[in-house]
C-alpha cells in the first residue's frame, strides 16, 4: 500500500526555519518525481517545489525560490523540505505527492499521482 506521511511542521517565527518530511511506505520512493504543495485557508492548493524522477530538473516557485530546499534520502525512502527564512505568507498545509513512477519530463508541479495527508505550518511572532 502506497503511502506518505509528512512530519515536521509546527510554529514558527517569522524568519525561523523548519524542516518537512515526507516518509514513503510500501514503494521505493527512488524512480519517482516528488513534490511539495502547500494550501491555504481560503486558496487553492499551489505547487512549490517538485523534482522529477532523475533529479534533473527542480521547479521551485517563485515565492519560495531561495529560501526552500527540496531534497531526498533515498535510504531513508523520505523526501525532504528545507524552509529558511519563513515569511508570514508561508503558513499552510503543506503535502507531498509522487509522480511517476520514472517521471523524467520537467515536474512543474502539475499536480501528483499519490499524496500525503499534509502537516501544518504556523508563523507567527
Known amino acids: 500500500q502506497v503511502q506518505l506521511v509528512e512530519s515536521g511542521g509546527g510554529l514558527v517565527q517569522p524568519g525561523g526555519s523548519l524542516r518537512l518530511s515526507c516518509a514513503a511506505s510500501?514503494?521505493?520512493?527512488?524512480?519517482?518525481?516528488i513534490g511539495w504543495f502547500r494550501q491555504a485557508p481560503g486558496k487553492e492548493r499551489e505547487g512549490i517545489a517538485c523534482?522529477?524522477?532523475?533529479?534533473?530538473?527542480?521547479y521551485y516557485h517563485n515565492s519560495v525560490k531561495g529560501r526552500f530546499t527540496l531534497s531526498r534520502d533515498n535510504a531513508k525512502n523520505t523526501a525532504y523540505l528545507q524552509m529558511n527564512n519563513l515569511k508570514p505568507e508561508d503558513p499552510a498545509v503543506y503535502y507531498c505527492?509522487?509522480?511517476?513512477?520514472?517521471?523524467?519530463?520537467?515536474?512543474?508541479?502539475?499536480?501528483?499521482?499519490?499524496w500525503g495527508e499534509g502537516t501544518a505550518v504556523t508563523v507567527s511572532s
Open positions: 523534482v522529477n524522477s532523475n533529479a534533473d530538473f527542480t
Open positions: 505527492a509522487i509522480r511517476g513512477p520514472f517521471y523524467y519530463g520537467r515536474y512543474y508541479c502539475q499536480g501528483g499521482d499519490s
Open positions: 510500501g514503494f521505493t520512493l527512488d524512480g519517482y518525481g
